[in-house]
């Protein structure tokens, strides 16, 4: 059983409340005894979510694991998490059974091959921006406010009903308990896939990678690595290089990224064996970037801003919706950081 997760801090102590929740978490998960698939009868065998055995009782695990780690961000008084917090991206695959977690706008993706037999990229997880039509209602039936400023009008952040604050720009978090009574939840949306020899392998990353990277530029980028041992490393490197060219002004957000290899190594888009490694199964690597060691872009947390134009959010992002983060003036803490966790 293989365990892998992104964690994307933001606010004053984001790395911490990241990092935290990188150590806890997956004990919680595997804190009771493992979910034997062996043990589960099928009476059909069932591909997707309804009626799943495995899936129900892996997502219960979730369910449970995610609660009990918010509680004891909340109760545990070391890490301020008031207006701090992170967003997780996570996997559990035990054989052919893969299960995704996601708590925020961190994505997973995995790239598979199509009927000619050609690597394409399937999206596993949705963004889960405040403007969703769900989350915004939830939102605002807490009487919290989904507003986009007047500088950034394509990023919509989570306000708190009287005070122009945090601004943040999701609509799930870990911690943030500033606007756990508003609308924001740290309940994650669990999905489950069962692999097929046609998955090549899965990449988890911050949407700092995913706001200039599209969907089948990284799994071209992966698929066309020399070594495994560089992947994740080479989609960070495209990341921050994309960043400076379509964002040449702004701050460049940090990155994470978690390539999980599902298969013994073979060339996806290479030809020569001579230009690729052989590795073991599942071979999993990290890589992530960070533009300054003790300041960060700040671009999911704003604090005391002054809103000047409230824009309401009538339409759905799309999975792949791509939205602008411009550079702006105002002052901002600067402290996300980010967490990758395997084993």
Not at 105 to 126: F, G, M
Not at 221 to 228: D, E, H, M, Q
């Amino acid at each position: 059983m293989f365990f892998c997760g992104v964690f994307d801090g933001h606010g004053p102590s984001g790395h911490k409340v990241a990092r935290s929740v990188r150590d806890s978490l997956p004990s919680k998960i595997s804190s009771s005894n493992v979910i034997n698939t062996n043990n589960i009868r099928w009476d059909v065998e069932k591909d997707d979510e309804s009626d799943n055995p495995i899936f129900a009782a892996w997502k219960d695990k979730f369910l449970e694991s995610f609660k009990e780690m918010d509680e004891e961000l909340e109760g545990g008084g070391s890490i301020e998490s008031y207006c701090s917090g992170t967003t997780a991206v996570t996997l559990v695959k035990q054989g052919e059974h893969l299960i995704v977690g996601n708590l925020g706008d961190s994505r997973a993706i995995i790239c598979t091959r199509d009927d000619k037999n050609e690597l394409v990229a399937e999206q596993l997880t949705v963004d889960l921006k405040p403007n969703l039509p769900a989350e915004y209602e939830r939102i605002k039936s807490c009487e919290g406010r989904v507003m986009a400023m007047e500088e950034e009008p394509n990023i919509y952040r989570v306000w708190m009903p009287d005070q122009d604050c945090p601004g943040l720009a999701m609509a799930r978090a870990f911690g943030d308990f500033c606007l756990k009574d508003f609308g924001l939840i740290s309940v994650p949306e669990v999905y489950y896939r069962k692999l097929t020899e046609k998955d090549e392998f899965i990449v988890l990353a911050t949407d700092g990678l995913w706001d200039v990277l599209s969907n089948d530029e990284v799994i071209r980028i992966v698929a066309t690595a020399r070594k495994r041992s560089i992947a994740a490393r080479l989609v960070v490197h495209h990341a921050v290089r994309a960043w400076k060219y379509k964002y040449p002004c702004a701050k460049i957000d940090d990155c994470a990224v978690v390539c999980l290899f599902l298969k013994r190594q073979k060339p996806l888009l290479t030809k020569s064996l001579s230009e690729v490694t052989e590795l073991s199964l599942n071979y999993t690597e990290i890589a992530s970037y960070t533009p300054n060691s003790k300041i960060d872009d700040g671009l999911d947390t704003l604090l005391n801003y002054q809103l000047k134009e409230e824009k309401d959010p009538n339409v759905a992002t799309g999975l792949n919706d791509d939205h602008k983060k411009s550079s702006s003036t105002h002052t901002r803490y600067l402290s996300r950081r980010k967490s990758a966790m395997n084993f």
